[in-house]
């Protein structure tokens, strides 16, 4: 009885790997174009074009190729919560009554609505929900806890964490 070795084509296992991992399949120009772009996506083509040694119409295509691909999903100007008047940032963990997806549903549905929510995730352990809430201040926070938090649909307890000091906040992707 003779073994007989099986070895993966590397066409299939490279296309398998790129699917896994979309960033495996950027070369060092990509990766450069969006590291630049999370720095600042205002920047002109023509600037960008130069920063990455290449031409303009070829950044370009790269660029949108990168927005195709799905890799970009928006340009958007960061604003400063501070200078917006909502400095406060509250972190809220949420566990509802039922774990429905009924429940869950008319939940996100109605966080969506909620003033000054920056983010919203389904989380696993002692919380179903995290969510991200800014606010000028304390007292905005509270009014919006007692007028509107404490009656999201399915809500059994809201536990609310007042952010001191943000430490680290940021929108940059690692490459």
Do not use: W
């Not at 174009?33 to 996506?41: H, N, S, V």
């Not at 960061?78 to 400095?87: E, Q, R």
């Not at 003033?115 to 606010?135: A, K, L, N, Q, S």
């Amino acid at each position: 009885m003779s073994a007989t070795k099986v070895r993966s084509a590397p066409a299939a296992s490279a296309a398998a790997q790129s699917q896994a991992d979309p960033l495996q399949s950027l070369d060092r120009i990509d990766r450069a174009i969006l590291r630049q772009l999370q720095t600042d996506a205002s920047i002109s083509n023509v600037a960008l074009a130069a920063k990455v040694k290449l031409s303009a119409p070829a950044c370009l295509r790269r660029v949108e190729r990168l927005k195709e691909s799905g890799l970009i999903r928006g340009v958007v100007a960061l604003i400063d919560p501070k200078a917006a008047g909502a400095g406060m940032l509250v972190i809220i963990g949420v566990v509802l009554d039922r774990s429905t997806p009924e429940s869950f549903a008319d939940f996100e549905k109605a966080a969506q609505k909620v003033p000054g929510c920056m983010e919203c995730h389904v989380v696993t352990g002692e919380f179903d929900y995290f969510m991200t809430i800014r606010t000028r201040d304390s007292d905005s926070f509270n009014r919006l806890h007692a007028e509107q938090l404490l009656y999201l649909p399915g809500v059994r307890q809201i536990r609310s964490f007042m952010v001191l000091k943000e430490i680290l906040s940021t929108t940059k992707f690692p490459l």
